[in-house]
């Protein structure tokens, strides 16, 4: 099936660094979503984006919907401790007709104190 | 706001029984939920659409008489796995949909273990 391009696949940074992630797609979409799993946890929604273009924060994260439709980046800044986790994009395919959300394989982040 | 439950959240059974996993969005209606399973370090894998009143769509490779789903209600979502096998061990978990958005709202997860 279809998938999402997501890079990069784990990350070692110390406390207090920024973060970046980005999917890619070869074809557009109308949503972008990045959640956040912990281990032995569903996924929690972290922000979602319904246009192209569209520049949303959430606190200390920053995601963007790429004005090509085929791309989405999350940035975290000042990272901490909680932070640790793995980041999933997801998205929902124009012309699919279907309510199905496609997957990045996940960004495993792990800090550093 | 968009709160989802899962029950139970880690269940131990022998091979061979049936388990049923519980989803219920607690707070908002859902018209759609989805089925998901999850290997150790992997992403999720759908597998099945369920919308209420009506059948399961199930995705390709999973097979809708071993996993029956129920939407009985805009509530809740039921996953039953028939005569359970060892290689059906694996972290199960259901989403919702709220109405009019993609956005989907995730459950705490159900581990389930075969022996």
């Known amino acids: 099936g279809q998938q999402l391009n997501q890079s990069p696949q784990s990350m070692f940074i110390q406390e207090g660094e920024d973060v970046s992630m980005n999917c890619t797609s070869s074809?557009?979409?109308?949503?972008w979503l990045w959640y956040k799993q912990d281990p032995g946890e569903g996924p929690v929604l972290l922000i979602a984006?319904?246009?192209?273009?569209e520049l949303t924060s959430n606190g200390r994260l920053t995601a963007q919907f790429g004005i090509t439709r085929k791309d989405s980046f999350l940035n975290i800044s000042a990272s901490i401790p909680s932070d640790v986790g793995i980041y999933f994009c997801?998205?929902?395919?124009?012309?699919?007709?279907?309510?199905?959300?496609?997957f990045g394989q996940g960004t495993r982040l792990t800090i550093n104190p | 706001g968009a709160v989802v439950s899962q029950h139970p959240s880690r269940v131990i059974c022998k091979s061979g029984t049936s388990v049923k996993i519980e989803c219920r969005s607690l707070?908002?209606?859902?018209?759609?939920m989805f089925w998901y399973r999850q290997f150790p370090k992997q992403s999720l894998m759908l597998m099945a659409t369920?919308?209420?009143?009506?059948?399961?769509?199930?995705e390709q490779g999973v097979e809708k008489d071993k996993f029956l789903i129920n939407h009985a209600s805009l509530t809740l979502s039921t996953l039953t796995v028939t005569s359970a096998h060892p290689e059906d061990s694996s972290f199960y978990i259901c989403?919702?949909?709220?109405?009019?958005?993609?956005?989907?709202?995730f459950g705490p997860g159900t581990r389930l273990l075969v022996l």
């Open positions: 369920s919308n209420e009143g009506s059948k399961a769509t199930y």
């Open positions: 989403s919702a949909r709220v109405a009019n958005f993609e956005t989907q709202y």
């Open positions: 707070d908002f209606q859902a018209t759609t």
């Open positions: 074809s557009i979409f109308n949503t």
């Open positions: 984006l319904y246009k192209a273009g």
């Open positions: 997801a998205g929902q395919p124009a012309f699919q007709g279907a309510q199905k959300l496609v």
